[in-house]
């Protein structure tokens, strides 16, 4: 009998520190309950593992960001929040998530803690604006899957193309907006995804 206690009290202690237990903390922070989670077990696993291998990428990489910044993974989607003293740290952080193996899309509303410069950031808004009509009017591209960031007029673009075709469409697109200094680009194949949708 006490064999029996033991092996659910420590097979319930397993499955809470490895995220997969009987209650978990959503993306706004309220507990859901895993039999609402219309993930798979094994999709759930995928998420937890894909959130702390970025998490180690930004510890590596960015260690000024490591406490301001959280992530989350739903089905391959990449949610990031929290604050960075630069937009080349938030870009820094952006890129990645882009690059983590089985990224689906990235949603980044990490805020600056920088001064504004109004005159600099309406450039950049406008780089940013003419890319964005320019992919969406050229049917050789989804437009929704791309993240279009300027900073300083240098365009980082991130996203997954279906061809390499399209893929080099948008760095033309890029590179023909006036202005823009340079374009920064992590863009992943189709193909290439661990995950992809059916």
Known sequence: MKTRYLLIFFIGLILSSCGAGVGSKGLFGTGVSIALDPRTVGTQIDDSLMQKSITAKILAKQKKSFLSVKVKVLDG???????????????????????????????????????????????????????RAAIILN????????????????????????TEDEKDEVLKEA????????????????EDLRIQKD
């Open 77 to 131: 989607r990449i949610f990031i929040t929290g604050k960075v003293d630069n937009p080349e740290e938030k870009l820094k952080i952006t890129k990645l998530a882009w690059e983590t193996k089985g990224a689906r899309s990235v949603r980044n509303d990490i805020k600056i803690k920088e001064n504004f410069n109004f005159k600099l950031s309406a450039k950049d808004l406008l780089i940013t604006s003419q890319l």
């Open 139 to 162: 049917n050789k591209i989804k437009a929704t899957n791309y993240q279009i960031d300027t900073y300083k007029k240098k365009i980082f673009i991130y996203g997954i193309a279906v």
């Open 175 to 190: 590179k023909e907006i006036p202005d823009v200094k340079d374009v920064i680009a992590s863009i992943i194949l189709v």
